[in-house]
């Protein structure tokens, strides 16, 4: 059988071209399969051991000592601006090969590339004002407080948003005065090359500045977490890989910022608008299959608007329309991978069997064994303690749990090992506040969900991570401080 959602003609890219110096190629090769029609987005280079990884951070270290880069921050905003805006007009180009690779819908990979630019934007811009402090200590002492970049950052980035994500990591580091390791995962690989390419490229960036190294986690990010010249590691992924990580980098008590996983409470309450709720709902759960993050993917719905609101849920389950997610008709692409849709599908057979069906969608016709489309469904009356309930799913699989009251709405909210992100829908204000106190949570969106910017900082409370990334904090954490003390006193003491 082969695909059958028809299509213009692709080549296969060969990555990286040899314009991409910055990439590093080794021995190894891995194709990027497209998850609709499982055709090859590109095969690359990569490398299939820990050698590479010790040239590529040497070479960053001596691009750092032998150029200005860390002390010009004209240099470096003009560098980022620049880069924003090939990102800007390359936007066509990079959402559809974004598309091909992921596979989410081309207005999602439209705005991700768009959003990528914003942030860029956005650091270019706190490359120039990246401000320590200065104190009169006493009559004759001085501090001068400065943030300093830290060195070579490695850089791990998961599939879901595999272009965003790097950029929100690599933009601040680079800000800041860093160089940048990027190690980006194994499903999502041409996207990233391809979105490097033009910053590699950019005549004020001193080579070296900024480097990929391609292959596996297991091995060529392990070997980032482990070497000794990385200064930090910046880690998106899973909170199990995470916690590895950290572990594997605390032999040498190296910094390590991780933006984990998330099983985040959408709470609707009775007195919500419930037409806006409804559509945060959707948002929240579906957006890019609910393979993000923050997806809201725990639906807490009160007592007396439950059925009604379920029920509505329904309707616009059914009116997904799933298939091609180049076609701009789908409203519900698949999921990045084979080994994705096995695990997601699992999850939603523990769901059926232990809990109660309350809406459905239905795979495309043209769906075949290439695609990895799984049909979006909504499940309730689950134990509290299920995996489906607890567990990061990661695809188009929404919990929803009923509530009494607010107590008891701000208890399952909790009932959590994760703290990323969480939906108040209410139309008291002051219960909005209460609320919004109560859940730990990152980032808590009132009566809108998904909302990000570049100016406000994400993260995780729990098991969803440690440090901050965007906002001031974001650029923060790629800086050393110090303390430099003057003192004109005659004598020492
Ligand atoms: P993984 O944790 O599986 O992988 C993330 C990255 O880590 C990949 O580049 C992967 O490489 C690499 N990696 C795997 N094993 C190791 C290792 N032992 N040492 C070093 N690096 C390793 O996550 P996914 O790619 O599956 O991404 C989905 C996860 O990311 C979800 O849990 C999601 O919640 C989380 N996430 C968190 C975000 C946040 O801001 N908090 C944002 C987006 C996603 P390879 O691909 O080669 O295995």
Not at 10 to 23: H, N, R, V
Not at 91 to 112: F, H, I, M, P
Not at 159 to 181: E, K, Q
């Amino acid at each position: 059988m082969t695909a059958t959602f028809t299509r213009g003609p692709w080549t296969t890219l060969q990555l990286p071209t040899g314009d991409q110096k910055f990439c590093v190629t080794g021995n190894g090769s891995l194709d990027s399969i497209d998850p609709t029609t499982g055709e090859i987005v590109a095969t690359l280079s990569v490398s299939t051991t820990n050698a590479e990884v010790d040239q590529v951070v040497s070479a960053a270290h001596a691009a750092l000592a032998a150029s200005p880069w860390k002390n010009d921050g004209a240099r470096r905003a003009r560098v980022l601006n620049r880069y924003a805006q090939a990102l800007r007009d390359d936007v066509d180009r990079l959402a559809e090969l974004l598309t091909r690779e992921q596979g989410k819908t081309l207005g999602e990979s439209r705005n991700e590339v768009l959003a990528s630019a914003d942030m860029v934007e956005y650091y270019a811009g706190a490359a120039r004002m990246l401000y320590g402090r200065s104190m009169a200590l006493s009559d004759t002492a001085h501090a001068v407080v400065l943030r300093e970049p830290i060195g070579v950052v490695g850089v791990i980035t998961p599939w879901n948003w595999p272009l965003l994500l790097m950029i929100r990591a690599i933009a601040p580091a680079l800000a800041a005065g860093n160089a940048v390791v990027v190690k980006p995962a194994s499903v999502t690989p041409a996207i990233t090359v391809e979105g490097l390419a033009p910053l590699a490229a950019d005549p004020e960036l001193p080579e070296g500045v900024v480097l990929c190294v391609l292959g596996s986690g297991g091995i060529v990010g392990d070997a980032v977490v482990t070497n000794p010249g990385v200064d930090m590691i910046a880690f998106t992924g899973e909170s199990g890989t995470g916690i590895n990580v950290m572990k594997r980098a605390a032999d040498d008590l190296r910094k390590v910022s991780l933006e984990l996983g998330g099983k985040s409470p959408n709470i609707v309450f009775a007195d919500a608008d419930l037409d806006k709720a409804l559509d945060g709902a959707v948002n929240a759960a579906f957006t890019t299959s609910g393979q993000i993050c923050t997806a809201g993917s725990r639906l807490l719905v009160e007592d007396s608007v439950y059925d009604e609101f379920t029920a509505r849920l329904g309707e616009r389950i059914a009116g997904f329309r799933l298939g091609d997610p180049l076609d701009p008709a789908t409203t519900l692409a698949p999921v990045v991978s084979k080994s994705q849709q096995k695990s997601v599908t699992e999850y939603a057979e523990i769901g059926r069997s232990s809990g109660t069906v309350l809406a459905e969608g239905t795979l495309p016709a043209d769906a075949d064994e290439h695609s990895c489309f799984v049909a979006p469904i909504v499940i309730g009356d689950l134990p509290a303690d299920s995996p489906v309930v607890q567990e990061e799913i990661f695809g188009p699989v929404l919990v929803v749990q009923r509530f009494a009251d607010e107590a008891e709405a701000i208890a399952i909210a909790e009932d959590s090992e994760f703290g990323l992100a969480a939906g108040i829908w209410t139309s008291d204000l002051n219960r909005a506040w209460r609320v919004g106190r109560a859940v730990s949570a990152g980032s808590v969106w009132i009566n809108t969900y998904h909302h990000f910017y570049a100016e406000a900082e994400v993260g995780g409370f729990k098991k969803s991570g440690l440090g901050r990334q965007q906002g001031v904090t974001g650029i923060e954490e790629f800086t050393e401080t110090k303390h430099l003390n003057f003192d004109s006193a005659e004598s020492l003491w």
